[in-house]
């Protein structure tokens, strides 16, 4: 699987994923990182790792749709076959989506549907909930909406602030990311209408 990796920030989802590719068995090649922040320290990885980066910057855009159709062009340039969002901070156009339907994939800071949008930590810790995580989904255009993947839970402890409880889950991500991409580049994920069934694999 051709994966194009998008990222904004720091890049430790990326990083996740550029460690499991180094393991010959995974069925997965990271053939381009793409940014739209000039500072995303996921370039550095991306460049630390030898992967071809881009950096599309959304300013030097008039609209929305201008800067996903360049992002879109350099993605099919480069070859990309399938899509991992990866603290990717820009809302994509129903257009761009669209294309990308069934091979794009995100990482979300919550347990879908609770807690779209940011500051999903804070979210859970004021909704009271004892147990919050992790879900990689396929992109549908509403934000942080689409076919559920794979998901990962932990425990809320009772002296979690939104930092102690994001470093949970965070860890929970870096394992769940590789894991959810190896069952698509397996073949073991299947989309069926508003759900994803797994075969032959345990999530
Ligand atoms: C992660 O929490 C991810 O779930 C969310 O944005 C954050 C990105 O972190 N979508 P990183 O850039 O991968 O370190």
Known sequence: LRVGVLASGRGSNLQALIDACADPSFPVEIVH??????????????????????????????????????VDARLRDAGVGFVCLA???????????????????????SLLP????????????TA????????????????DDGPILA????????????????????EQEHRLYPLALRLIA?????????IVRITGAAA
Request: hydrophobic residues 40%; proline residues 6%; contains cysteine.
């Open 87 to 109: 603290g990717f901070m820009r809302l994509l156009s129903e257009g761009f989506v669209r294309g990308w339907e069934g091979r794009m994939i995100n990482i979300h800071p």
């Open 186 to 194: 397996e073949g073991k994920a299947v989309i069926d209408g508003d």
């Open 151 to 170: 998901q990962a839970a932990v425990p809320v402890l009772p002296e979690d602030t939104p930092d102690t409880l994001a470093a949970r889950v965070l």
């Open 33 to 70: 990182v793409l940014s739209n922040s000039a500072g995303a320290y996921a370039l550095e990885r991306a460049e630390q790792a030898g992967i071809p980066t881009s950096l599309i910057r959304h300013k030097d855009y008039p609209s929305r749709e201008a800067f996903d159709a360049a």
């Open 128 to 143: 009271g909930v004892k147990l919050h995580g992790c879900t990689v989904h396929f992109v549908r255009p509403a934000l």
């Open 114 to 125: 609770s807690f779209k949008g940011l500051h999903t930590h804070e979210q859970a810790l």
